[in-house]
């Protein structure tokens, strides 16, 4: 079946400074999805991607779709406290809203303030 | 914004009994829900794809039998785990997709057997 892994499994930072993330996949996807949960609550979308080579920015998030479509990477620039959590890329190798995703382990932020 | 909202949160049942997990899409019609399990910080794990008004459709590896979903409506899919043991104990998330945007996560439902 289809894999993602993902890196870093965690990060310990200082506040103020950029983070970076990425996934990569055994396969082709369509869409790529970037997901932030908190502890006890249902993953929240972050970054949503379409588009082989996309840049999208939200706030201090930038993801980008690779260009190979078998990765993709997330940057937090200026981390704040609040940024703590659990970070999941998705993808979707179907056309359509509403197929399954595959979701890659998760990057566990720790930001010291 | 859209809101898909569980029901109960967290449960506590004995081994050998059956516990009934609500999802519900407060404010639009969710032609598609997804179930995930969750173990401590691990990854989700797609359980399976319920449409309303069919059969659910499980990923390999996921009993039938032990994880029943009925999608009756629009608006509300349910996971009944039967005869639950204590390895059925993790974290139970759904997400409602209402076709031409992404799915909504409900805020999870924490199942201990005990």
């Known amino acids: 079946g289809q894999q993602l892994n993902q890196s870093p499994q965690s990060m310990f930072i200082q506040e103020g400074e950029d983070v970076s993330m990425n996934c990569t996949s055994s396969?082709?996807?369509?869409?790529w999805l970037w997901y932030k949960q908190d502890p006890g609550e249902g993953p929240v979308l972050l970054i949503a991607?379409?588009?082989?080579?996309e840049l999208t920015s939200n706030g201090r998030l930038t993801a980008q779709f690779g260009i190979t479509r078998k990765d993709s990477f997330l940057n937090i620039s200026a981390s704040i406290p609040s940024d703590v959590g659990i970070y999941f890329c998705?993808?979707?190798?179907?056309?359509?809203?509403?197929?399954?995703?595959?979701f890659g382990q998760g990057t566990i932020l720790t930001v010291h303030p | 914004g859209a809101v898909v909202s569980q029901h109960p949160s967290r449960v506590i049942c004995k081994s050998g009994t059956s516990v009934k997990i609500e999802c519900r899409s407060l404010?639009?019609?969710?032609?598609?829900m997804f179930w995930y399990r969750q173990f401590p910080k691990q990854s989700l794990m797609l359980m399976a794809t319920?449409?309303?008004?069919?059969?659910?459709?499980?990923e390999q590896g996921v009993e039938k039998d032990k994880f029943l979903i009925n999608h009756a409506s629009l608006t509300l899919s349910t996971l009944t785990v039967t005869s639950a043991h204590p390895e059925d104990s993790s974290f139970y998330i759904c997400?409602?997709?209402?076709?031409?945007?992404?799915?909504?996560f409900g805020q999870g439902t924490r199942l201990t057997v005990v």
């Open positions: 404010d639009f019609q969710a032609t598609t």
């Open positions: 998705a993808g979707r190798a179907g056309g359509t809203s509403y197929g399954k995703l595959t």
């Open positions: 991607l379409y588009k082989a080579g």
């Open positions: 997400s409602a997709s209402l076709g031409g945007t992404e799915a909504f």
């Open positions: 396969s082709i996807f369509n869409t």
């Open positions: 319920s449409n309303e008004g069919s059969k659910a459709t499980y």
